[in-house]
């Protein structure tokens, strides 16, 4: 068997899509339990449970479109698709990683068993057939924001708002939708031949869809803070919101963002200090009942 090259394992499990899961401490978060230290801990526990689960549907998608991959002009160099890791090491630790996430989950929490069970059904569904169905395939990674919202709840062990749910599928929505556009944007021809599924969007379709999406996420967030139990002192976080989905809306037109949107929460400055802006104003409200 080929050695075993680290970095390229560490690479293959992609750690920088990792922040994808702070979705988690939402519960904690808005429920005024952040200052809990035991479940704060727990909350990491289980982020820590997801990054490992999406590892595993990044490995898994990796090894079905290793042969894809190698035509696209970034993804050939991804671990698997360049060879630095066999199909074979890939496999097995797909497998390695099921297994200690099902058994730790079971220990943990069987709800958060379940949710864990779940995200990684869907996502071999998603691997295997729904990543190739339109539309579908944006609504199975808005599903995966939900599962994770969802399992920080659960060991949070509080209900979250409808609104706040609600605002979790349509902001992952409109990340998915952005991304399938910016991919589109840079392969133009060759994007079906890298992603089946391109060839059933175009940029004017999902523009289309984004008309509904966009306001549809502002008003929600909306609803959520004239309803929160901060007593609509969240309202003043609302410019933050209008701020960030503009601002993303500009880094797709000048720059393509879209098509990486973890470089954008990463590498945008501005960005970055509306959400630092966002997180500070938000605190200070749940924590301070301002």
Sequence with gaps: MKKIDVKAIITLM???????NVFIFAAIIFSRKFTDINLLLSNFLIFFIFCLAASSVYILNDIMDADKDRKHPDKKNRPI????VTKTQGIILYIILILFLSVITYKINLQIFIVILTYIVMNIFYS??????????VMIITAGFVLRVESGSIITNVELSPWLILCTMLLSLFLALNKRKGEIVALK?????????L???????????????????????????FSSVQDRGM???????????????????????????????AKDKPFLINIICWCLSSLIVIYFKL
Aim: hydrophobic letters at 40%; proline letters at 5%; a positive charge.
């Design 235 to 265: 309202m003043i976080t609302i410019p933050f919101v209008l701020y960030g989905i503009f601002r993303y809306q500009y880094l797709m037109e000048k720059e393509n963002a879209g098509a990486k949107p973890e470089a954008i929460f």
């Design 14 to 20: 992609r750690p920088q899509q990792w922040t994808k």
């Design 199 to 225: 060839q059933e969007y175009s940029v004017s379709l999902i523009d289309k869809m984004l008309t509904i999406v966009t306001p549809s996420i502002l008003i929600a967030y909306c609803l959520y803070t």
């Design 128 to 137: 295997i057939k729904l990543k190739n169905i339109v539309i579908i395939d």
């Design 189 to 197: 021809e060759k994007s079906s031949s890298t992603r089946k599924i």
């Design 81 to 84: 698709a360049s060879g630095r």
